[in-house]
């Protein structure tokens, strides 16, 4: 049994004083290569995602705040500017919608946005807020009466009383003749979103970054076609 281990060890120590496997020049180069691009990829992947992200005020759940999801602001609002495409002079009102707001600017820094807030801290956006109480829902300043054929509205309360009076402010904000509208609100606004503004849900499902118990819902008066998950409006 002794001279067995003595001859491994032999062994060990002979392959321990060979020398080291020495890859080629040509291979070299090539792991250099495939080094770098991985490492471009990573950069290029961290600028990405930091470019994508939006930052926000911390929510208010005092206000009712819960901002929405990255995919939700995203897609609502490449879903607004597909929109600004088909028409010759777009304008859009956000009413308390601060997250679609931010992400608008972000895609499009030059779509022609205002945002109807009751929190002041997004007074920070200068000429493009406007202040907003929806107690009183046609207190708005008098430029801003029929200015938008594309309204986007999330009323901060589930209740009838709340959607009742953000009509009154869609009302007062849409030019007369074709203009889009979506609402963003709860599963239980269903019947009243139709019956109130003539809205009809789309397969879309928003979500916030807390996670809300309640299930929303992605209501418009038009019929997207195959974007946002269909129109349920027939089924």
Not at 128 to 137: A, L
Request: glycine content about 4%; aromatic content about 10%.
């Amino acid at each position: 049994m002794e001279e067995v281990r003595d001859d491994r060890s032999h062994s060990l120590i002979e392959a321990d004083d060979d020398d080291p496997p020495m890859l080629s020049a040509q291979a070299l180069e090539a792991l250099k290569e495939f080094l770098a691009d991985q490492n471009r990829g990573l950069v290029a992947a961290a600028a990405a995602s930091e470019e994508e992200e939006v930052s926000l005020v911390a929510e208010d759940w005092r206000l009712s705040q819960f901002w929405y999801d990255r995919d939700t602001a995203e897609t609502v609002a490449k879903e607004i500017l597909s929109l600004c495409e088909s028409l010759e002079s777009p304008s859009v009102a956000c009413i308390a919608c601060p997250t679609l707001y931010a992400y608008l600017k972000k895609i499009d820094p030059n779509v022609s946005v205002q945002l109807l807030e009751y929190d002041k801290r997004f007074q920070q956006y200068g000429s493009e807020f406007t202040f907003y109480d929806y107690n009183q829902p046609e207190e708005l300043p008098s430029s801003l009466k029929s200015a938008y054929e594309i309204v986007v509205a999330d009323p901060p309360y589930l209740s009838k009383e709340c959607l009742e009076k953000v009509t009154q402010t869609v009302s007062f904000l849409m030019r007369p003749g074709k203009s889009y509208l979506l609402l963003l609100t709860g599963e239980v606004q269903k019947d009243r979103a139709a019956e109130l503004l003539g809205l009809y849900p789309c397969g879309f499902r928003p979500q916030h970054s807390s996670k809300l118990g309640n299930e929303f819902r992605l209501f418009t008066n038009y019929d997207p076609g195959m974007r946002l998950g269909g129109w349920e409006r027939y089924q």
